[in-house]
């Protein structure tokens, strides 16, 4: 395997490269504040409304009744007219 | 040779500068890349060129018939030069390429090359991925992975191809299979040399930045850099592909500046892409390797280094051809769909389950 320099051929280039490296990372710090489509990056996580199921006094079983009463008084009342 | 053993494949691509085509062998059995071969390249005439230009973004009619001439015209005469040729994978020439309408073209009839060459034909690689929902490139995402292999890496790492637009694979070669969950990654990270060849050509009537000077000389403007950092491609997770006229505020955002900063700062952009790139990866790379253009301007490089956390080289630094590498990718790739093994995966084109795309001519 050759060896391998991670160097710069310009030394003028280190400052302006230093400098990318800033805006790079401001990039991806940003990313990972504002966004969760980042890989890797962490997000709050996301919580769903607690739901709580009331039971009703009545019940299922009165509402039909109440339901069949209003019917038959609906009923009498068009008959008798 | 069995029928799955190693045997000599020739491949050959005709890339979209339509410069011309390479074709290259190689000595493989699909899954490891034994030797590298013989290599050619076949340019294009200034007619043929025009003819293959009217056919762009068109997948049939009269331009269409006559670039596929053009194109079986070329390739018969390259290939037919080669000796030895067990089987020969046909890339052929991309007209028109919209995946998300399930729609691509490469024309060439492999079936007429194969009658020519009197050899078995490989082609139509990418139709299948496309049909079942993949962006059907890149594909040469499996041979980086054999190449890795054979270079005996036992860590992540990932090639970085340079053309107009840069892409990246990023693989495990410790994983057993391309294919596999969680051995590639490929996608496009932002531009590559592009906008740099077209301010050059427009401005300074040059091809490109020969020798990276002026992207040596000048000067980064930060604050053009920053807003063109801020695309939300940077951080939309992969996979991704990039429409080349994406980034068309970024070449206007350089119109002030002076030919050497403005170079400078297209440059930087593209390595900072990279970097913001190399973020999505599932791990760093331990080493990345650079193919096309971009490669050989040396300033583009020395940015990469600058601004990459991992070794960057050439990929002529570890022996590999980098002006045939996409030649001999096809060559590869043929062998795996003669053996009916996968050509792309989820994590290279997108494609829901791993798959073979590829039609095989016998030459009869």
Known sequence: MPVLSDGFAAGSRINGCAAMKKIILAVVVSAMTTSSAWAGGLSEPVLEPEVIVQESKAGKKGGYVIELALLAVLAMIIENN | ?364
């Open chain 2, 1 to 364: 040779m069995t029928a799955d053993g190693a045997i000599w494949v020739l491949g050959a691509m005709s890339g979209t500068s339509l410069d011309g085509v390479d074709a290259a062998m190689v000595l493989t059995d699909g899954v490891q890349v034994l030797d590298f071969g013989a290599s050619g390249y076949r340019a294009y005439s200034d007619a043929e060129r025009e003819v293959l230009q009217a056919a762009l973004g068109l997948e049939k009619g009269p331009e269409v018939d006559a670039a596929a001439d053009v194109i079986l015209t070329a390739h018969t005469e390259l290939l037919s030069g080669f000796e030895g040729v067990d089987l020969v994978g046909f890339h052929g020439q991309t007209t028109l390429h919209v995946p998300d309408e399930g729609r691509t073209c490469q024309i060439g009839n492999g079936a007429e090359l194969a009658r020519r060459l009197k050899c078995p034909v490989v082609w139509d690689f990418r139709s299948a991925d496309v049909s079942l929902g993949g962006q059907g490139a890149p594909l040469a995402p499996f041979y980086h992975f054999a190449l890795a292999k054979r270079l005996g890496l036992d860590a992540p790492m990932a090639f970085l191809n340079i053309g107009g637009v840069a892409n990246i694979t990023w693989l495990d070669p410790r994983m057993a299979d391309a294919a596999g969950h969680g051995a590639c990654l490929a996608f496009d990270t932002g531009p590559g040399n592009a906008l740099i060849d077209d301010l050059c050509r427009t401005r300074l009537g040059q091809p490109m930045d020969r020798d990276g000077g002026l992207t040596r000389t000048g000067d980064v403007d930060d604050a053009t850099l920053g807003a063109f950092l801020s695309d939300l491609f940077f951080t939309a997770p992969p996979p991704k592909s990039l429409d080349r006229d994406h980034f068309a505020a970024w070449r206007s955002a350089v119109v002030p500046l002076s030919d050497a900063d403005a170079v400078a700062t297209l440059a930087a952009g593209t390595a900072s892409a990279v970097a913001l790139g190399i973020e999505h990866c599932p791990t760093p790379p331990c080493q990345i390797l650079v193919t096309g253009g971009g490669r050989k301007n040396p300033g583009l490089m020395e940015m990469l280094a600058g601004v990459l956390d991992c070794p960057v080289a050439a990929v002529e630094d570890f022996e590999l051809d980098g002006d045939m590498l996409e030649a001999q990718a096809f060559a590869y790739l043929a062998r795996r769909v003669q053996r009916g093994l996968a050509t792309s995966a989820s994590g290279t084109t997108g494609v829901a389950a791993p798959i073979g795309g590829g039609t095989i001519s016998d030459g009869r």
